[in-house]
Antibody, heavy 116, light 108 residues
Framework: EVQLLESGGGLVQPGGSLRLSCIGS????????INWVRQAPGKGLEWVSG????????YYRDSVKGRFTISRDNSKNTVYLQMDSLRVEDTAVYYC?????????WGQGTMVTVSS | EIVLTQSPGTLSLSPGERATLSCRAS???????LAWYQQKPGQAPRLLMY???SRATGIPDRFSGSGSGTDFTLTINRLEPEDFAVYHC?????????FGQGTKVEIK
């Protein structure tokens, strides 16, 4: 069974940092792109960042460029999202998804709250 | 970036009725690269359709997608109780990938 499991969310003050993890199972992890999508409370979905299977190429939305870093360790079937200089507007549930231009499998999400 | 506008915001229907959801793009979506997702409260999105009209694995055939260019539609025939949820469209023909704001299908 294909599964993705996020972890690492929590409460952090503005300007702080968090590292999210996404562990995949049930598929050849290194062959697939993984993306992060977030959803602020009561709002719609917003694409955040993506990384190709080899880890060679990464993508970011403009509002997180220079603050977020995506990476992966295929030996651990894990993708990371390092989030620095967090802002109140980054508060959201963060989902990782197996990505083919669209998300064909999603994790259950991890909540990130940025508040003083 | 491509802005996707979904309508209506909320659709109130009874089980057994047909739901017609619209997703309109601010510019043409390349190759009709348009996906639809279903999301229930407290759950992750679930892929329903991709390529505007191709059903994802395991999706019942009462769900169908159509459209091209800037106008896309998700139709749910004979609504089942488990179909009441929020539906999102997403384009993947251009970067950045963008989503609509969602349509809630609620029980009337």
């Amino acid at each position: 069974e294909v599964q993705l499991l996020e972890s690492g969310g929590g409460l952090v003050q503005p300007g702080g940092s968090l590292r999210l993890s996404c562990i995949g199972s049930g598929f050849t992890f290194s062959s697939h792109n993984i993306n992060w999508v977030r959803q602020a409370p009561g709002k719609g979905l917003e694409w955040v960042s993506g990384i190709v299977g080899s880890g060679d190429t990464t993508y970011y939305r403009d509002s997180v460029k220079g603050r977020f870093t995506i990476s992966r360790d295929n030996s651990k079937n894990t993708v990371y999202l390092q989030m620095d200089s967090l802002r109140v507007e980054d508060t959201a549930v963060y989902y990782c998804a197996k990505w083919n231009g669209y998300g064909d499998m999603w994790g259950q999400g991890t909540m990130v709250t940025v508040s003083s | 970036e491509i802005v996707l506008t979904q309508s209506p915001g909320t659709l109130s229907l009874s089980p057994g009725e047909r739901a017609t959801l619209s997703c309109r793009a601010s510019q043409s979506v390349s190759n009709n690269y348009l996906a639809w997702y279903q999301q229930k409260p407290g759950q992750a999105p679930r892929l329903l359709m991709y390529g505007a009209s191709s059903r994802a694995t395991g999706i019942p055939d009462r769900f169908s997608g159509s459209g091209s260019g800037t106008d896309f539609t998700l139709t749910i025939n004979r609504l089942e109780p488990e179909d009441f949820a929020v539906y999102h469209c997403q384009q993947y023909g251009d970067s950045p990938r963008t989503f609509g704001q969602g349509t809630k299908v609620e029980i009337k």
